[in-house]
């Protein structure tokens, strides 16, 4: 994929050659998940306000950009990401769409995976918003709510709208309502893709832009990043390194090892891995071959 002067390319390998490959010992492991299931109080309430200093803030759905629904998924994902992650070798960071419901999601893991036990590269850092991660921006707030209501039509018409990839949905529902994607939205998707390969890239190179002090924290350890975001913004990258048919649900994970560092002309290597959600959801694993140029 190219735009912007970058090109992105990533090829579904043998895993046997990831086997052959040591993983270099300065590359993270970066999650992707998508928000928990909400109520779009950010896009429809204008008074609503995501505001943990507030004195009365607290983790529920009354405070929170995430419905009842939505809570219990990211405390599902949680619980399995403490399964995954190895707590006397791993130091974690989280970083979040600067959307209120994935914020919401980064919050709700962060707390529990604290109480867990799961060791945090710095204990009382913020939790960092990153415009990469964002979900895709309205031209014009006034379509908001007939989108949202022609998107809800569409995902009821039928089992398969609901698990529908949103590159192929979101045409499908522009279409109803008379118009292009591009029409509703400030981006296309292959805008939106440039932007989450951006983001992998500087994630899986973050080792070289790390202070002295937070490679000291790091020695001997593996730093996982977990990111919170929308189902748009690696939608892309799935179908290339897993093939993948549907969306990705609520709370579900995204997992990518880097086995080495990203550098302009050269090929690098990565196993993905998609894990299931529930019994409907898409699940399965990959090596890929990376590369880019600038």
């Not at 735009?3 to 052959?20: H, P, R, W």
């Amino acid at each position: 994929m190219k735009e912007g002067g970058a090109y992105y390319e990533n090829k579904i390998i043998g895993s046997e050659v990831a086997k052959e490959r040591e993983r270099h010992l300065s590359v993270p492991i970066v999650d992707v998940i998508r928000h928990g299931s909400s109520d779009y109080k950010e896009l429809i309430d204008e008074s609503f306000r995501l505001d943990p200093s507030d004195p009365e803030f607290k983790l529920d759905e009354e405070h929170l950009d995430l419905n009842q629904k939505g809570i219990k998924q990211i405390l599902e994902t949680a619980e399995q990401l403490a399964t995954l992650i190895d707590k006397e070798k791993e130091l974690v960071i989280l970083v979040t769409s600067p959307n209120f419901r994935a914020h919401s999601s980064a919050m709700v893991l962060e707390k529990t995976l604290k109480g867990v036990g799961v060791n945090f590269l710095s204990q009382n850092r913020r939790i960092k918003e990153m415009e990469n991660l964002g979900q895709m921006e309205h031209r014009d707030k006034k379509t908001v709510k007939p989108w949202a209501e022609a998107d809800q039509k569409y995902r009821q018409t039928s089992k398969e709208n609901i698990s529908k990839p949103p590159d192929e949905a979101h045409v499908d529902i522009a279409a109803a309502l008379g118009k292009e994607v591009t029409d509703i939205f400030t981006e296309d998707y292959d805008q939106i893709n440039l932007r989450f390969e951006t983001f992998l890239r500087h994630m899986t190179n973050i080792y070289k832009w790390l202070d002295k002090d937070t490679q000291v924290k790091l020695k001997d350890k593996i730093l996982r990043i977990i990111c919170l975001t929308h189902e748009e913004v690696p939608v892309k990258f799935m179908k290339k390194s897993l093939n993948t048919k549907k969306n990705l649900e609520n709370g579900q994970l995204l997992e990518i090892k880097p086995l080495d560092t990203m550098a302009a002309g050269e090929e690098s290597l990565a196993e993905v891995v998609l894990y299931p959600k529930s019994n409907n959801s898409e699940h399965g694993k990959s090596t890929i071959l990376r590369k880019f140029q600038l």
